[in-house]
């Protein structure tokens, strides 16, 4: 709907339409080429009042076209400008004059149906824009291992491997990818990387190991090595804020790159778990270097090297979480708080976040590629070997 004070102001005075963002006085207000038919030119005093009344309704369908309503309005009551034009100072005054004197000599009949169009065609896209579609209709297309959805301004991409506990197979690090790709290039303002089902992520899929090409387990390594390093890159590179909602357990890369993102929101459920030397493996995405930024060295020690598993609230307190939810509330307190947040100005939550981070991407993509070259190595140990087939052999579980 629009605000309480536009809508009262469409019946009465339209001198003080308030446009709530700050109106740049360069605001052109593009001439109005609205279609005139026969009909249209027989748009009756009724029409109008009904289209009044209809407009009180709408959601607010913005400045620009707020402008419109206003030129067409005084256009179609008052005839041409006739006020004298606002010091550059009175922003809002400037534009709504401006809009006005834009309508040069346009009669007030025509303006007056080119109002009641205006209206109607706003009718119809708010109507079909509020029939909300099911969540499998909206999902974009492409995706095998992952939902992805674009709403509200939020795109959020989701892990959909439950049965598998949201394990990451090669598959998913390049969907990943992909949609990271495809949302900063998108017009959400936010976006949100989650898991369907009781986990987040249970980290890298350990089968991941068994498929050796024909070159042999060097030339695996060393492709794992470098679909990590792009995999991470995507993550320090992602130009908006970037959200996670973790919604249960997270074990190891799921946990690590935690510490690229600008909020973790966590379920009461969630635990934190990177158990590299259980799994004959080092520490990656950048986490060598953000885990003991963000929580000091003594503690990412424990975290990194001796495997130890934080609770959620644990994992708050060190600073790696950015707060923790009750998990039967979970869902509803943090899709409300996103989608609060993602009505802010996007640009400005865009540059915000280049700002804090910039000064950082350099460094982090050399830490990314050294962290990926340690890895290289390490899956070609026996230790690594060993554990990935006690784990796949049903030997061993974390
Ligand atoms: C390109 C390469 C990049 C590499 C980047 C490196 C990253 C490092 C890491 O991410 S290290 C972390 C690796 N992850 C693990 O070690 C977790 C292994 N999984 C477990 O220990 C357990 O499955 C569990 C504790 C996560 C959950 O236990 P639970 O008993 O609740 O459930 P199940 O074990 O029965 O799991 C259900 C099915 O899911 C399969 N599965 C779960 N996690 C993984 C995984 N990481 N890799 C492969 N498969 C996984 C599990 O095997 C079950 O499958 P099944 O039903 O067919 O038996």
């Excluded at 010091?87 to 005054?93: A, C, P």
């Excluded at 992952?146 to 090669?170: C, H, Q």
């Excluded at 303002?189 to 060097?218: C, K, Q």
Aim: glycine fraction near 4%; hydrophobic fraction near 35%.
């Amino acid at each position: 709907m629009f605000k309480e004070k536009y809508s009262i102001l469409v019946c009465n005075s339209w001198e003080q339409l308030e446009i709530s963002v700050p109106v740049c006085s360069s605001l052109q207000v593009p001439a109005l080429q609205l279609h005139m038919s026969k009909t249209a030119m027989r748009a009756s005093q009724k029409d109008f009042e009904s289209a009044l009344s209809q407009v009180k309704r709408l959601k607010d369908p913005g400045n620009e076209v707020k402008l419109k309503l206003y030129a067409l309005y005084k256009q179609a009551t008052e005839g041409p400008c006739n006020t004298p034009k606002p010091g550059v100072f009175d922003l809002i005054n400037k534009a709504k004059w401006d809009a006005w004197n834009a309508l040069g000599s346009l009669p007030k009949e025509t303006a007056r149906q080119n109002y009641v169009d205006l209206v109607s065609g706003l009718s119809s896209s708010s109507d079909s824009s509020s029939q909300v579609k099911p969540e499998a209709d909206r999902k974009q297309p492409g995706y095998e291992t992952l939902v992805v959805t674009s709403e509200d301004s939020i795109t959020k991409i989701m892990m959909n491997r439950p049965a598998k506990k949201n394990a990451i197979t090669i598959q998913m690090y390049n969907e990943i990818m992909l949609a990271l790709k495809a949302a900063s290039k998108d017009d959400s303002a936010i976006t949100v990387l989650t898991g369907n089902g009781d986990y987040y992520s249970s980290g890298n899929d350990l089968s991941n190991f068994t498929d050796i090409p024909p070159e042999g387990i060097e030339e695996k390594a060393k492709s794992s090595a470098i679909l990590l390093r792009d995999f991470v890159d995507c993550f320090i590179d992602f130009p908006k804020p970037l959200i996670a909602v973790v919604n249960g357990p997270a074990v190891g890369i799921s946990v690590t790159i935690l510490g690229l993102f600008d909020t973790v929101y966590a379920s009461s459920r969630a635990t934190f778990h990177t158990p590299f030397s259980h799994l004959g493996q080092s520490p990656e995405g950048c986490s060598s270097y953000t885990f003991p930024k963000i929580m000091g060295p003594a503690k990412a020690a424990e975290m990194l090297i001796f495997g130890k598993k934080l609770t959620a609230a644990e994992a708050c307190a060190q600073g790696l979480v950015t707060e923790v939810f009750p998990d039967s509330t979970f869902q509803k307190e943090v899709w409300t708080r996103l989608k609060a947040y993602s009505k802010l100005p996007p640009n400005a939550m865009r540059i915000s976040k280049q700002v804090i981070r910039n000064r950082e991407k350099e460094k982090l993509r050399a830490i990314n590629a050294e962290e990926s070259r340690a890895l290289q190595e390490r899956w070609l140990s026996d230790e690594c070997t060993n554990a990935v087939m006690n784990f796949l052999t049903r030997k061993a579980k974390l």
